[in-house]
């Protein structure tokens, strides 16, 4: 046994204290209490151990500069309790927590307060049984941050509950949480409203069936995706969509599972070169067929696949075009065919200058060459547009071994072929042959006629000057003169 007291008291600036400890077989006991009433200073412990259980309080105060505490726990058996309590009354602050242990149970309660630069918090949390609780609350009011999340599990099932917000840079977050039974569901949301950002996800278990929804936003350099997936039995889908509007890009997909089949589109462009592109799948069984299609109108480019494999037959068609290299084609053709053209208008201008030139100056004028010029160029441009239409890409083997490409006409049948090739025999050399020997052939024949009118007409001068001259020479010798 031991036992001990003091007693203490200062009766002017009024101090006091007195201390109590007994110990008594296992019993333990003590109490302190203090008191300064000057600048004011409280203080009294009280502590208790019998057998098992332990209590213990505690109370403190300043009242100056204004400083409470409050504590008190208790241990009786295997329950547990504690009760804390303190306040700062001067830049204010403020806290509070209270714990208990009680069998399996356990449950806290905090709570704190900062009220200059405004800061809060609230945590609440309980287990009673299978079943837990959570509660947090959080807030600053000074760069402005919020939270608040709340968290439940009550046999099978859960829950779960977060909010956020920054509201300078100003950032939003919520999530949702919840599983019942075999059924789980979520939700998200966040937002930055600085660069601009936003999000959302929905997601939902139900029995067999799962199903998924996205939903991204970029707005800066402006970012768009939209997701979409279900899970519906053996079935499965998905939709997904992007876009990104500064240089411009764009994506589509779709997928389908359905039973042993499966099926995929996929879209894309870009619309700044521009070049797009389409791709379909498709699983049937043993059959597998494939398709796609690309196009790039810059350059411009063209590419068509086509696959099929159905048992075992596997067939492949590929089909490309470069419609730059056909263009030059194009214009390479048609001057040819303009520079034929342009003979032939010469010829029939200088047959119609020579051989009839009276009537030749009343419509050989700038206005009319400008006319023929464009009509010529006009007329080989058309005749040679089946170069831009039925061109393609075709490969082969350089002598080293590399694969090379080249441009070459792909006729949809050997007669369209056989057609054109007739008609360009005809309009580029047989038609302007004739025409121009037909021309040069007049006008050698009328410059033919014109040298033999000036031979005779020489030849007519001569004569006159001979019969003049004999003249002279008669009329000399009878008269009296003579001319030499």
């Not at 804390?84 to 069998?103: D, K, L, N, P």
């Not at 079943?131 to 829950?159: C, K, M, S, W």
């Not at 589109?265 to 799948?281: D, L, S």
């Not at 080249?406 to 047989?430: G, H, T, V």
């Amino acid at each position: 046994m031991y036992r001990r007291s003091i007693q203490e008291a200062y009766t002017g600036g009024m101090y006091r204290r007195s201390i109590q400890e007994a110990y008594t077989g296992g019993a333990y006991r003590r109490r302190i209490q203090e008191a300064r009433i000057g600048g004011a200073y409280r203080r009294r412990i009280q502590e208790a151990h019998t057998g098992g259980a332990y209590r213990r309080r505690i109370l403190e105060a300043h009242t100056g500069g204004a400083y409470r505490r409050h504590i008190q726990e208790a241990h009786t058996g295997g329950a547990y309790r504690r009760h804390i309590q303190e306040a700062h009354t001067g830049g204010t602050y403020r806290r509070r927590i209270q714990e208990a242990h009680t069998g399996g149970m356990y449950r806290r309660s905090i709570q704190e307060a900062y009220t200059g630069g405004m800061y809060r918090r609230s945590i609440q949390e309980a287990y009673t049984g299978g079943a837990y609780r959570r509660r947090i609350q959080e807030a600053r009011i000074g760069g402005a941050y919020r939270r608040r999340i709340q968290e439940a599990h009550t046999g099978g099932a859960y829950r779960r509950r977060v909010q956020e917000a920054h509201t300078g840079g100003a950032y939003r977050r919520r999530v949702q949480e919840a599983h019942t039974g075999g059924t789980y569901r979520r939700r998200i949301q966040e937002a930055r409203t600085g660069g601009a950002y936003r999000r959302r996800i929905q997601e939902a278990h139900t029995g067999g069936t799962y199903r998924r929804h996205v939903q991204e936003a970029h707005t800066g350099g402006a970012y768009r995706r939209h997701v979409q997936e279900e899970h519906t039995g053996g079935v499965y889908r998905r939709h997904v969509q992007e876009e990104h509007t500064g240089g411009v890009y764009r994506r589509r997909v779709q997928e389908a599972h359905t039973g042993g089949a499966y099926r995929r589109r996929v879209q894309e462009a870009h619309t700044g070169g521009a070049h797009r592109r389409r791709v379909q799948e498709a699983r049937t069984g043993g059959a597998y067929r494939r398709r796609i299609q690309e196009a790039r109108t810059g350059g411009a480019y063209r590419r068509h696949i086509q696959e099929a494999h159905t048992g075992g037959t596997y067939r492949r068609r590929i089909q490309e075009a470069h419609t730059g290299g056909a263009y030059r084609r194009h214009i390479q053709e048609a001057h040819t065919g303009g520079t034929y053209r342009s003979l032939v208008a010469i010829a029939i201008e200088r047959y119609s200058a020579i051989c009839n030139p009276l009537q030749s100056r009343s419509w050989q004028t700038r206005s009319h060459a400008y006319r023929v010029i464009a009509l010529t160029w006009l007329l080989s441009l058309l005749l040679m547009v089946p170069y831009p239409v039925f061109s393609i890409i075709k490969g082969f083997n350089k002598p080293g071994g590399e694969p090379g490409h080249m441009c070459r006409l792909s006729w949809p049948s050997a007669q369209a072929e056989q057609a054109w090739y007739m008609i360009l025999l005809f309009l580029l050399f047989f038609i302007p042959g004739v025409v121009m020997s037909v021309a040069y052939g007049l006008i050698s024949r009328e410059l033919y006629k014109g040298m033999q009118f000036e031979i005779n007409q020489e030849a007519a001068g001569v004569s006159l000057w001979g019969i003049a001259l004999g003249v002279t020479i008669h009329g000399s010798y009878n008269g009296t003169t003579s001319v030499f």
